[in-house]
């Protein structure tokens, strides 16, 4: 048996039919079924004379290394009792956190790794913490902590709530303690790009190529940041912009015309597959361009004013949800 790490699940050729199962060497219970179009970790143990098995998640948006610690921590848990996995002790927040992630209608991969980074980044010394060991105290105090960016304050303790309420629906846990959080008030940011002449010396200054097309595609789409990080140059077509997932967890077709072609015109042939690539991000695309001083989003917000007087039609525009400004 192999030890399945992240290089293993990668390198194993998908079956032409059935699937294959790999049990891992030293975690005993972990396996990988890899079939003609996926390859899924599960969790298998036999727990008083019965077979439980845990759906883990598919790689690789579960990672090896995600998948052991998440093998690990059940095999704890499932080694105090048998039944159902309701009266054994709660999960670490870690293990809750994949298993919240594997969920397969969970938005974007982008919002994934967001919300990963997020915990690793603001909650990292409760990742190997069982649940029921994270008191209202320690929440309120987190919360208190972050409370100079209101907004990441609330985000990341709302999230652990979802992780938390997620987590209940198999594990016998208490309410989550963050109804002891008192939530900030956040007063939305309307900024746009008022000065378009200042915008265009901005982007004009910018030394790297791919981050001016990268602000000027925003501009004249009104994609998300998110959005255009991960464009794929086989999902721009004549006459749209193919976006296989969005925000909301659903594809879109963003009509476009020649404008957009000659925005983009400056960095095709630089990647067979990213619109725009950075070859020392690991994603293999930007994931943070040099700052100007209109955020990604100001440029949403602008988007609807400036595509009109580009000539893209109000019906296009209002299909993309953007919402309208004063002129610039």
């Given at each position: 048996m192999?030890k399945l790490t ?16 790999h049990w891992?060497?030293e ?11 996926s390859?899924?970790w599960?969790?298998?143990?036999d ?7 845990v759906?883990i ?11 052991r610690?998440?093998?690990m921590g ?10 159902k996995?309701?009266q054994?002790?709660?999960?670490t927040?870690?293990a ?15 919002h ?14 409760w ?7 994270i008191?209202?105290?320690m ?12 907004s990441?304050a609330?985000?990341?303790?709302k999230?652990f709530?979802?992780?938390w309420?997620?987590?209940r ?11 002891a ?5 956040e007063r939305p940011?309307?900024q ?7 915008w265009?010396?901005s982007?004009e200054a910018l030394?790297?190529?791919i981050h001016?097309?990268?602000y000027?595609?925003l ?10 990080f ?8 004549e ?18 015309l020649?404008?957009?072609h ?7 042939g630089?990647s067979?597959?990213?619109?725009f ?6 994603t ?6 040099a700052?100007?001083?209109w ?11 400036v595509?009109?007087?580009?000539g893209?039609?109000?019906e ?13």
């Amino acid at each position: 048996m192999p030890k399945l790490t992240e290089t293993f699940a990668r390198k194993v050729p998908q079956t032409k039919t059935g699937t294959d199962k790999h049990w891992d060497s030293e975690i005993k219970g972990l396996v990988l079924f890899v079939g003609k179009r996926s390859k899924t970790w599960y969790f298998q143990k036999d727990v008083g004379g019965q077979t439980k098995r845990v759906l883990i998640g598919r790689f690789p948006v579960i990672s090896a290394q995600a998948a052991r610690r998440t093998a690990m921590g059940l095999a704890l848990e499932m080694g105090r009792g048998a039944g159902k996995m309701a009266q054994i002790g709660a999960p670490t927040l870690d293990a809750a956190l994949e298993r919240y992630l594997a969920r397969p209608r969970l938005r974007s991969e982008a919002h994934k790794r967001s919300l990963r980074q997020q915990f690793e980044l603001h909650l990292k010394e409760w990742l190997q913490l069982p649940l029921d060991e994270i008191s209202k105290k320690m929440v309120t105090e987190k919360h208190r902590s972050l409370g100079d960016r209101p907004s990441t304050a609330n985000h990341t303790l709302k999230y652990f709530r979802t992780v938390w309420n997620h987590a209940r629906r198999v594990y016998d846990l208490p309410e989550s303690p963050t109804l002891a959080v008192e939530w900030y008030d956040e007063r939305p940011n309307d900024q746009i790009i008022d000065d378009l002449k200042e915008w265009s010396n901005s982007i004009e200054a910018l030394l790297n190529p791919i981050h001016r097309v990268f602000y000027e595609l925003l501009l004249f789409t009104g994609l998300r940041k998110s959005e255009a990080f991960t464009l794929e140059w086989e999902n721009i077509y004549e006459d749209r912009i193919h976006l296989p997932i969005t925000k909301n967890g659903r594809s879109f077709d963003l009509p476009i015309l020649q404008v957009h072609h000659e925005i983009l015109a400056p960095v095709r042939g630089l990647s067979r597959k990213w619109v725009f690539p950075s070859p020392k991000s690991a994603t293999g695309y930007i994931t943070n361009p040099a700052r100007i001083a209109w955020s990604p989003h100001a440029h949403r917000r602008t988007f609807a004013t400036v595509a009109m007087e580009a000539g893209i039609l109000e019906e296009i525009v209002g299909r993309l949800g953007a919402p309208v400004v004063p002129d610039v």
